[in-house]
């Protein structure tokens, strides 16, 4: 087997190719230094503005979110009987006719139809807020809209409603 000499070969090229060949393991050396090094930090230096401003954005709900959680720590607790009146009246506001509260001992059971996931959304968020509940339960059954219009998806989302029960524990301060 004949060994390969690189100083030979290099020797018998003529000075085009010596050029040629030069020229292009320079440019892989330069590109290989460019992945490696150069590309990775300037990728990093070019998209830090972008990253920095995200974490701004959720910092600054985890902040509002700190602040809702403490305007709830700091509001008086409720009884059963206050939470049970404040929790009609929020079922009665925001599902209407469609919207059943029913106590038994420490919970009440809040019994809703064809209610829009926005009513149930606000819904919630008002049992937090004003009477201090959370769901120990919940119960959610989809009903499907009656007509789906073929030129979007959206509306059909947005057409759907829901039925359902909330259990809420009534323990005092809840």
């Known amino acids: 087997m004949k060994s390969f000499d690189l100083g030979t070969w290099w020797q018998s090229r003529s000075s085009n190719e010596k050029a040629l060949v030069s020229v292009t393991v320079l440019l892989v050396i330069l590109l290989l230094f460019w992945r490696v090094l150069i590309g990775p930090a ?10 920095h401003a995200a974490l701004d954005v959720q910092i600054q709900q985890m902040k509002e979110l700190q602040n809702q959680a403490r305007v709830i ?3 008086p607790k409720l009884g059963p ?18 919207g059943q509260v029913r106590a038994t001992g420490d919970q009440v059971a809040v019994v809703f139809r064809n209610a829009t996931g926005e009513a149930i959304a606000q819904w919630l968020l008002q049992a937090r807020l004003k009477a201090n509940a959370l769901p120990g339960e919940a119960h959610l059954n989809r009903n499907a809209p009656l007509s789906i219009p073929a030129n979007s998806v959206n509306n059909a989302a947005q057409s759907a409603t829901w039925d359902g029960a909330f259990l809420m524990n009534l323990r005092e301060g809840s």
């Open 73 to 75: 720590q700091l509001k």
């Open 42 to 51: 300037l990728s990093t230096v070019l998209n830090a503005k972008a990253k």
């Open 81 to 98: 009987e206050q939470t049970k009146l404040v929790l009609e009246s929020l079922t009665q506001q925001h599902f209407g006719s469609d």
